[in-house]
Nanobody, 125 residues
Framework: VQLQASGGGLVQAGGSLRLSCAASGRTFSNYVMGWFRQAPGKEREFVATISRDGGSTYYADSVKGRFTISRDNAQNMVYLQMNSLKPEDTAVYYC???????????????????WGQGTQVTVSS
């Protein structure tokens, strides 16, 4: 099983980035997926989650209206479109999967069972 996050980089405030998470090893359409981030010196925090069929999403208040999570189950991909980026969005971003199917969405680290490596997002002011 693998989760490979990519798409991070350096962007100016107000800019956009699209993160991708490529999943392999299982049929990921069966599972809730999420994005988290960790800024230097801070705890890892929830960013967004998406249901198995992509029909439901939920966001942290700090990114609501600016970020959009989506998935392509045929391609085993999950995306995070990030617009209107701010310096405080600077962090390492991680995608994660929850194996247990008893939740439609999941918003805490403890809800997730497997994590990919992160991708660095840096927003300059």
């Amino acid at each position: 099983v693998q989760l490979q996050a990519s798409g991070g980089g350096l962007v100016q405030a107000g800019g956009s980035l699209r993160l991708s998470c490529a999943a392999s090893g299982r049929t990921f359409s069966n599972y809730v997926m999420g994005w988290f981030r960790q800024a230097p010196g801070k705890e890892r925090e929830f960013v967004a989650t998406i249901s198995r069929d992509g029909g439901s999403t939920y966001y942290a208040d700090s990114v609501k209206g600016r970020f959009t999570i989506s998935r392509d189950n045929a391609q085993n991909m999950v995306y995070l479109q990030m617009n209107s980026l701010k310096p405080e969005d600077t962090a390492v971003y991680y995608c994660a999967v929850r194996w247990n199917r008893n939740l439609r969405l999941a918003t805490t680290q403890a809800d997730y069972d497997f994590w990919g490596q992160g991708t660095q997002v840096t927003v300059s002011s």
